[in-house]
C-alpha cells in the first residue's frame, strides 16, 4: 500500500514538473528559418580601383550586407561630369555596377544587390530640373532596399548628384522628388519609399 502511494505520487511529481516548463510537445515541424550568420560586411584582399590610362576611375556604389546598406569601392569609366551626356553617362554606369553581381572579394564578406536587371535610367523630360534622372520605373514602387542602393550612389557621386541627395522620378509625367542619403536610410533602407521630398 505505501509503496503504491510512493509510486503515485512521484507519477504526480511528474507531470507536474512537466507542466510548469510551459513548454507542450508538438508533432508539427517547425521552420525557424537559417541559423544567424555573421558576415564582415569588408572586402578583403581587393585594392582600391586604379585609374586606367584615364579611362576609369574609382567610384563609390553602395550595396545591401547585414540589413544596410555600405559603400564598396569599383571602377567606373572616367567622366568628369561637366556636361548633361556625362552626367547620364556616369548614372548609368553606375546603375549598371549595381546590377552587376558582386565579386567574389565582396559575396565573402557579405555583400549583394536588390537592384532589378530591367532597371534603367533616362536624361530629365522637358520642364525637368536639370539635375533630375527619371527612371524606367516609379522609385517609390521599386523594392525598399534598391530604392535606398540609388539613392545613395547617385547622391554619392560628384557627376550625378553631389550634395549627398539625388532628384529621381518615374517614367512619363511622375512627380519628381529628392532623395537624401542620410546615415538613417543607411541604416534602416527597408524606409526608403518614406524619405523622398516632393519638389516644389
Do not use: H, W
Amino acid at each position: 500500500m505505501r509503496r503504491g502511494l510512493l509510486t503515485a505520487a512521484l507519477a504526480a511529481l511528474v507531470l507536474a514538473g512537466g507542466a510548469g516548463c510551459g513548454i507542450r510537445g508538438t508533432s508539427v515541424p517547425v521552420d525557424a528559418g537559417p541559423a544567424p550568420s555573421r558576415v564582415s560586411c569588408q572586402v578583403s584582399g581587393r585594392p582600391t580601383p586604379v585609374p586606367d590610362s584615364g579611362k576609369e576611375a574609382p567610384a563609390d556604389v553602395y550595396l545591401v550586407c547585414s540589413a544596410q546598406i555600405m559603400r564598396v569601392q569599383r571602377a567606373v569609366r572616367y567622366t568628369d561630369g561637366g556636361t548633361e551626356e556625362d552626367r547620364l553617362r556616369r548614372a548609368r554606369d553606375l546603375l549598371a555596377e549595381l546590377q552587376t553581381p558582386p565579386s567574389r572579394a565582396e559575396d565573402e564578406g557579405g555583400f549583394s544587390s536588390e537592384v532589378p536587371d530591367g532597371l534603367e535610367v533616362a536624361a530629365p523630360r522637358e520642364g525637368d530640373p536639370g539635375n533630375a534622372l527619371r527612371l524606367s520605373r516609379i522609385p517609390d514602387e521599386l523594392p525598399a532596399y534598391a530604392l535606398a542602393q540609388l539613392v545613395c550612389t547617385f547622391a554619392g557621386s560628384a557627376a550625378v548628384g553631389g550634395d549627398e541627395s539625388v532628384v529621381l522620378g518615374g517614367p512619363d509625367g511622375d512627380p519628381l522628388k529628392r532623395y537624401p542619403c542620410t546615415e538613417e536610410l543607411r541604416a534602416r533602407p527597408e524606409a526608403a519609399q518614406t524619405t523622398g521630398v516632393p519638389l516644389d
